[in-house]
């Protein structure tokens, strides 16, 4: 099934499959904004004809079956191109798999870091956002903006008692941690909320591997 969808891929418009490529640096889900950054493109602005050749890329995807656009309630009677907030979808995860697949390690990275770079000018600091520039800085291998990121995210998710994404930001948080002392801080947050939510086990788990960092 891979090799069907790779040549079915490698079957498109040169043009239509760069941007099935820079799409799915997005994941499953993208915005007409990310992709025209991506391809260099002008940014759609609702009631214009700027983005004319964005939206004849997003209809010809959609005609190929690529993707699908992700339409509000408010808007049912709009193209979905027309605001660089519209969101796409792929049809299948496969689809996407594959178009990432396919390209060279060192551009992903720097698509990474062009998606992060682009999301983290148009959402700044904004903690609701922190995960996804995140997500692109790290796999970028941008360190320590990937850090400062996931930070954000970690206090947010924390904050807003969503305790399996905070777990998984403060795992990443600890990965990236530069010294015994950082990773130190990180354990004691994980424990921290283990301990508010009632799992005493796993908090005194947490509190020894604190222990053993802190005799480091």
């Known amino acids: 099934i891979a090799a069907l969808t790779i040549a079915r891929l490698d079957r498109l418009p040169l043009q239509l499959r760069r941007a099935v490529q820079e799409a ?9 904004g990310l992709l025209a950054n991506a391809l260099t493109l002008e ?3 609702a009631n214009s004809a700027e983005g004319a050749e964005l939206a004849e890329l997003l209809a010809a995807g959609q005609a190929e079956r690529i993707w699908q656009p992700v339409r509000s309630l408010n808007a049912e009677s709009e193209p979905a191109w027309v605001s660089a907030e519209s969101v796409w979808n792929f049809s299948s995860t496969l689809l ?4 990432y697949g396919m390209q060279l390690r060192s551009d992903l990275r720097s698509r990474h870091l062009r998606a ?3 999301l983290a000018g148009l959402h700044g600091e904004s903690p609701a956002h922190a995960a996804d520039i995140a997500y692109h800085f790290g796999r970028a291998e941008s360190v320590d ?10 206090q947010y998710a924390h904050k807003n008692y969503r305790a399996e994404k905070a777990f998984e930001f403060y795992d990443m948080l600890q990965g990236y941690a530069r010294s015994a002392e ?3 801080g990180v354990v ?6 283990m ?10 788990q947490l509190l020894q591997e604190g222990l053993a960092l802190a005799e480091r």
């Open 24 to 32: 799915s640096v997005g994941g499953d889900r993208f915005t007409a």
């Open 43 to 45: 940014q759609p602005e």
């Open 96 to 99: 996407q798999e594959a178009a």
């Open 116 to 118: 992060g770079d682009y």
């Open 145 to 154: 903006q990937a850090r400062g990121y996931y930070e954000l995210a970690a």
């Open 182 to 184: 950082e990773a130190l």
């Open 188 to 193: 004691l947050r994980r424990s921290d909320l």
């Open 195 to 204: 301990e508010t939510l009632g799992r005493w086990e796993e908090t005194l």
